[in-house]
């Protein structure tokens, strides 16, 4: 099955720091997802990028499909941005459109 | 829109009950719903996909006897996990589509411990 590598797997920020997390795919994709998981469990919606770019205030989220990588940059980091960012994609091809998630990068925003 | 609502979030109860979780779409039809687990620290594992008005399908080394599922109408996936013991304590959640090209939206988990 496709595979899904997210880096790095770890990050310490100061709050108002800048980052970018990295999702690898080993396959052609149909749909990819960013998710924020909090601290209490919460699985938020952050984007749904197939390809392109999109922006949601500090969060902004770039896929390049042919090159099979997908970017999450979040500017100005805020303590509430801590918890763990998960990237998951749909295979192209499959026939039930499940989600394969990579195993995520764990973020802590310092104040 | 695209609300999830699961229910309980917070389950504790003895080995052997049986319990129930609930998983609703609240503001759109979904046409197939998703039962993942996660254990600390890992990620999302799926456990079984839900079409409404057939049975699910379950993902390799999943017990279906152990994890029941049910997808009654557009708006409600039900997994009961029967007879439950410590080794099936988990963080459970589900997830709701309205079609095959459309994004997954996930409810808030349910904590479930068996003592």
Not at chain 1, 48 to 53: D, N
Not at chain 1, 78 to 103: E, H, R
Not at chain 2, 44 to 72: P, R
Request: proline content about 4%; glycine content about 8%; overall charge neutral.
């Amino acid at each position: 099955g496709i595979q899904v590598e997210q880096s790095p797997p770890d990050l310490i920020l100061q709050e108002g720091a800048n980052s970018t997390l990295r999702c690898n795919f080993s396959d052609s994709v149909n749909n990819l997802q960013w998710f924020h998981q909090n601290p209490w469990g919460q699985l938020i919606n952050l984007f749904y990028i197939p390809s392109g770019t999109k922006q949601n205030g500090r969060l902004s989220a770039t896929t390049v499909a042919t090159e099979r990588y997908s970017l999450l940059y979040i500017s100005s980091s805020q303590t509430t941005d801590s918890g763990v960012y998960f990237c998951a994609v749909v295979p192209s091809g499959g026939s039930n459109y499940k989600l394969t998630f990579g195993k995520g990068t764990l973020l802590t925003v310092n104040p | 829109g695209a609300v999830v609502s699961q229910h309980p979030s917070w389950v504790i109860c003895k080995s052997g009950t049986s319990v129930k979780i609930e998983c609703r779409s609240l503001d759109f039809q979904a046409t197939t719903m998703f039962w993942y687990r996660q254990f600390p620290k890992q990620s999302l594992m799926l456990m079984a996909t839900s079409n409404e008005g057939s049975k699910a399908t379950y993902e390799q080394g999943v017990e279906k006897d152990k994890f029941l599922i049910n997808h009654a109408s557009l708006t409600l996936s039900t997994l009961t996990v029967t007879s439950a013991h410590p080794e099936d304590s988990s963080f459970y959640i589900c997830s709701a589509r309205r079609d095959f090209n459309q994004p997954q939206h996930f409810g808030d988990g349910t904590r479930l411990s068996i003592l």
